[in-house]
């Protein structure tokens, strides 16, 4: 299940100076995987920038196969963030069995370069991978900030970012 603003979004597509405000999205599934961001759930080899999502609330739960979940990108390959941020968020995620990143601004970056966002509010989950801006990344994190408070009994949990991969810099 895709599930935000935008669905997908692929190949040399700019997003440039887009808001939504008070967002909500919530799911409820059984046995799925699920990508979720309050502007885009998954994308590949875009720039989003000067873009925002103040007061995003995510309410997920079910038996869940994996889940990527952002304020902005839930699932992100080679995408460019900059000059962003997520405000007053409040992601709530109970019942997922696998996560692949759960962040302020990007569940999971594959590659991407993330840099001048921030972001503010709250992440309860029984999972890991979970980070201020971003939950899972292999890409390059620059000059970011991040005033989420985490809440996760699991490991890989930061106020950054959950997890780095071997290949990431930060």
């Known amino acids: 299940i895709y599930n935000g603003f935008i669905s997908l979004a692929y190949s040399n597509t700019i997003i440039d100076n887009v808001h939504i405000k008070n967002e909500r999205l919530t799911c409820s599934i059984e ?20 873009s925002s999502v103040p007061g995003l609330y995510v309410n997920l739960d079910g038996e869940i196969n994996n889940a990527m979940v952002g304020g902005l990108v839930g699932n992100g390959s080679n995408v460019r963030i900059e000059n962003s941020f997520v405000q007053d968020v409040d992601i709530n995620t109970k019942g997922v069995l696998i ?5 302020g601004i990007i569940g999971r970056d594959s590659g991407g370069i993330i840099r001048y966002c921030y972001a503010t509010g709250n992440i309860k989950t029984d999972g ?6 971003y939950g899972y990344s292999t890409g390059t994190v620059e000059r970011n900030f991040s005033f989420v408070n985490l809440h996760s009994a699991t490991d890989y949990l930061g106020g950054i970012g959950g997890y780095d991969n071997n290949s990431s810099t930060v």
């Open 99 to 103: 996560y692949y990143g759960i962040g």
């Open 128 to 133: 890991e991978d979970v980070g201020g801006i």
């Open 31 to 50: 046995n799925g995987a699920i990508y979720t961001g309050g502007l885009i759930s998954s994308a590949s080899d875009l720039i989003i920038r000067n």
